[in-house]
């Protein structure tokens, strides 16, 4: 029997979790984004808060910036390999790191006061799994809490690509679709950005070849759960 979608994405980021970090760290926008989710915290005297890091691979950079501000931060990847990865990186006590599928995470009603997610929910996932995903996202938030999505910005559901070198089914919303969607549930729109990225540093550590990189573009979502 050939594996799931689920079981090939969670194959890949295995495969892939070691040279993860260095691979992508050239992707400058994420240390902004995750700024502004310290700036936003520290503004409304929220300390220290309670973050999920949805899909944290190695929880370098966001888990570690939030957690050294003194958050507690859970993060969740589908990955063991991930997982493993992000508990010898990040040592910190008030860094929590779980092997669950996002799917099967289902927290109590505001739970946290932020979640954050940066290009975890695209592989092996549906459109409905995204939709249902924000939806979850804003029941687990606290009021006033704080949503930072990054996504590739590409519209398709469950679409059989190669990345780095390897096969993977993936799933995205266009910008719009997304961006209503978060406020069909309820999230006010803070901001978005866009950016484009190339991540030639996998070919260095020899993740993949030189075929297998292209320039990605990316969307940056900042969001609010309504205080009332």
Same mark, same amino acid.
């Given at each position: 029997?050939?594996?799931?979608?689920?079981?090939?994405?969670?194959?890949?980021?295995?495969?892939?979790?070691?040279?993860?970090?260095?691979?992508?760290?050239?992707?400058?926008?994420?240390?902004?984004?995750?700024?502004?989710?310290?700036?936003?915290?520290?503004?409304?005297?929220?300390?220290?808060?309670?973050?999920?890091?949805?899909?944290?691979?190695?929880?370098?950079?966001?888990?570690?910036?939030?957690?050294?501000? +003194?958050?507690? %931060?859970?993060?969740?990847? $589908? /990955?063991?390999?991930?997982?493993? =990865?992000?508990? #010898? &990186? !990040?040592?910190?006590?008030?860094?929590?790191?779980?092997?669950?599928?996002?799917?099967?995470?289902?927290?109590?009603?505001?739970?946290?006061?932020?979640?954050?997610?940066?290009?975890?929910?695209?592989?092996?996932?549906?459109?409905?799994?995204?939709?249902?995903?924000?939806?979850?996202?804003?029941?687990?938030?606290?009021?006033?809490?704080?949503?930072?999505?990054?996504?590739?910005?590409?519209?398709?559901?469950?679409?059989?690509?190669?990345?780095? +070198?390897?096969? %993977?089914?993936?799933?995205? $919303? /266009?910008?719009?679709?997304?961006? =209503?969607?978060? #406020? &069909? !549930?309820?999230?006010?729109?803070?901001?978005?950005?866009?950016?484009?990225?190339?991540?030639?540093?996998?070919?260095?550590?020899?993740?993949?070849?030189?075929?297998?990189?292209?320039?990605?573009?990316?969307?940056?979502?900042?969001?609010?759960?309504?205080?009332?």
């Amino acid at each position: 029997m050939p594996p799931s979608h689920t079981q090939q994405a969670e194959a890949l980021f295995d495969a892939i979790s070691s040279g993860y970090e260095e691979a992508f760290s050239d992707l400058q926008p994420i240390h902004s984004a995750v700024k502004w989710v310290v700036n936003s915290l520290s503004a409304a005297q929220i300390h220290p808060a309670r973050i999920v890091d949805i899909g944290c691979g190695t929880g370098r950079p966001v888990v570690v910036t939030l957690a050294e501000a +003194g958050h507690s %931060v859970l993060g969740i990847d $589908l /990955s063991a390999g991930m997982i493993a =990865e992000a508990r #010898k &990186r !990040v040592p910190l006590p008030n860094a929590i790191f779980e092997k669950i599928d996002t799917r099967d995470f289902n927290p109590p009603d505001e739970s946290f006061d932020a979640v954050t997610l940066t290009f975890s929910l695209i592989a092996g996932v549906s459109q409905e799994d995204i939709r249902q995903a924000i939806a979850k996202f804003y029941r687990i938030l606290k009021k006033g809490g704080l949503l930072m999505f990054a996504t590739v910005a590409a519209e398709g559901n469950e679409v059989e690509i190669r990345w780095m +070198g390897r096969p %993977v089914v993936v799933s995205g $919303l /266009s910008k719009e679709e997304l961006v =209503e969607e978060m #406020k &069909r !549930v309820g999230f006010e729109i803070e901001k978005t950005e866009e950016s484009t990225f190339k991540p030639v540093k996998a070919v260095d550590v020899g993740l993949c070849g030189e075929g297998d990189v292209w320039e990605e573009g990316h969307l940056w979502v900042f969001a609010r759960k309504p205080k009332a």
